[in-house]
């Protein structure tokens, strides 16, 4: 079932909503996701590009947002080629800040057993399965990793997602070169399979 959510979660997009939602209802204004998306998550005259100066409240607000608006509207659980895909793959075209923040954005929605955590945890998986960028599968794990490597308890929805990443060959998680760099980075992956 889907958690309550207290916050105003449209409150930051300003005015990106209306283009928002007509995109994910009818795909229109259909240069949306290729032109107009990506500046708008800037801060108010910062220029496309500047590094830090992406709007982190907005991103926050645009990820759960399209995930709610996906939540309510997918029959099944197809979620490649929709336009919540679309806009969220949109976003690891960011420069590494604003995909980092992207990312943790995410995983903030990977806690107890909901819709939102299996929505996301399908999102996150989907998003390093389709990666091409070696960089963005390197800045997923570690958004995911962060988030392990301190003291437990660790979220139900963080710990499945990681674990299916690992484990599913489909990902084919150990062959990336940066599973490898280091000792040290190769125990922690390792120690964290085990647990």
Not at 88 to 103: F, N, T, V, W
Not at 132 to 152: F, P, S, Y
Not at 163 to 172: D, S
Request: charged share 20%; hydrophobic share 40%; with cysteine.
């Amino acid at each position: 079932q889907n958690p309550v959510i207290l916050s105003d979660v449209t409150g930051p997009l300003g005015n990106i909503r209306e283009d928002l939602d007509g995109y994910l209802k009818s795909r229109q204004p259909s240069n949306f996701v290729g032109e107009m998306l990506l500046p708008r998550l800037y801060k108010e005259g910062a220029k496309p590009g500047s590094l830090g100066d992406v709007d982190a409240p907005r991103v926050n607000s645009l990820v759960l947002y399209v995930g709610t608006q996906a939540i309510s509207r997918l029959q099944n659980s197809v979620i490649a080629h929709t336009p919540e895909m679309e806009v969220l793959q949109k976003l690891m075209e960011l420069d590494d800040r604003g995909r980092y923040i992207s990312l943790n954005a995410i995983a903030n929605q990977l806690r107890y057993p909901s819709s939102h955590t299996h929505y996301y945890s399908c999102v996150m998986l989907f998003l390093f399965g389709e990666a091409k960028a070696e960089g963005v599968k390197e800045q997923i794990t570690r958004v995911l990793l962060e988030r392990l490597i301190v003291h437990r308890p660790h979220p139900w929805g963080l710990l499945i997602t990681f674990l299916e990443l690992i484990k599913n060959q489909r990902y084919q998680f150990w062959s990336h070169p940066f599973t490898r760099c280091a000792t040290e980075i190769e125990k922690v992956f390792e120690s964290v399979a085990r647990s």
